[in-house]
């Protein structure tokens, strides 16, 4: 039997070992090429919605010298093995409707020279490779794109310019999605502080409103009006979602709700925390709050 184990993780280490050269290698190198060499590069994503915005960094770096063209595609179908009954987009990584919420806010990034959904345009640099690479991906998620095309821009400076929203000024801001949820964590104590809205969907808000009192709800045009909400906020809390990749990249005071058997997200610079516990949680929101 131990024989056969040891066979078997062979098997596998020659076939990893076979597509990193044959086909991983290869790309990085292609990637490379292209960075050093092109005026102009054309990148393209499908999604989720938080890795587009997790990819801004590398962008906003290149765009520093480079000009930076953003396609985003439709309705990619997710693998079969890798579906998510709870996932708000089913069976695909973007809906064309999340693209057009996507759109206004991407446009308003004076790093990226156009940004549009994807319609057989001649690509440069796939950054949906990164699902590819021989990695362990419970590395901070935005880090993943580094890897892909060996640039390393500073996490702490912000990476997504947005307005400040005409309401909502000086809120507790909240976008807890259902899925990654921490089961040590009660948002209950929240009920004593004044000014709090929710900002996700309108089933995770009924249900977060059973445990904060004064919830209100919010319901955006666009990303780029949820953005705006965000960088009002006094705090914003959320989970593993795509708030909180939005908070992360303003860099408003923002706390992360991180899951013990998910630690995909890590907050970088200035009034950013992870938490796994609950007096954790209180303590941080009394300090953030009253500072």
Not at 35 to 53: A, M, N, Q, R
Not at 58 to 85: D, G, Y
Not at 125 to 143: A, C, M, T, Y
Request: proline letters at 4%; one cysteine or more.
């Amino acid at each position: 039997m131990r024989i056969f184990f040891k066979n078997i993780f062979k098997n596998k280490n020659a076939e990893s070992d076979k597509k990193y050269i044959n086909i991983i290698e290869p790309k990085i190198k292609e990637y490379h090429k292209i960075i050093k060499s092109k005026k102009t590069i054309s990148f393209l994503h499908y999604g989720h919605l938080g890795d587009i915005i997790n990819c801004l960094p590398i962008i906003k770096e290149l765009s520093k010298e480079k000009v930076c063209n953003l396609f985003i595609q439709k309705n990619k179908e997710i693998p079969k093995h890798v579906v998510s009954r709870s996932h708000p987009f089913g069976e695909v990584y973007l809906s064309e409707n999340s693209i057009r919420k996507m759109l206004p806010l991407l446009r308003n990034q004076k790093f990226i020279n156009k940004v549009e959904i994807y319609n057989d345009e001649k690509i440069d640099i796939d950054l949906n490779f990164f699902r590819e690479l021989p990695i362990n991906f419970n590395i901070d998620s935005v880090r993943w794109y580094f890897h892909l095309v060996g640039c390393f821009p500073d996490l702490s400076k912000s990476y997504l310019q947005v307005p400040a929203h005409y309401n909502y000024k000086d809120y507790i801001v909240i976008m807890r999605s259902l899925r990654r949820q921490n089961k040590f964590i009660d948002y209950s104590f929240l009920s004593s502080y004044e000014k709090i809205v929710f900002i996700g969907l309108k089933n995770e808000f009924e249900i977060l409103k059973k445990k904060i009192d004064n919830l209100e709800h919010y319901d955006s045009k666009d990303f780029l009006e949820l953005a705006s909400i965000i960088n009002n906020a006094k705090i914003f809390i959320g989970n593993l979602s795509f708030g909180y990749a939005l908070a992360e990249a303003i860099k408003v005071p923002r706390l992360l709700e991180s899951g013990p058997n998910f630690p995909l997200v890590y907050p970088n610079g200035n009034k950013g925390y992870d938490f796994y516990f609950q007096s954790h949680f209180e303590d941080l929101v009394k300090n953030l709050y009253n500072n």
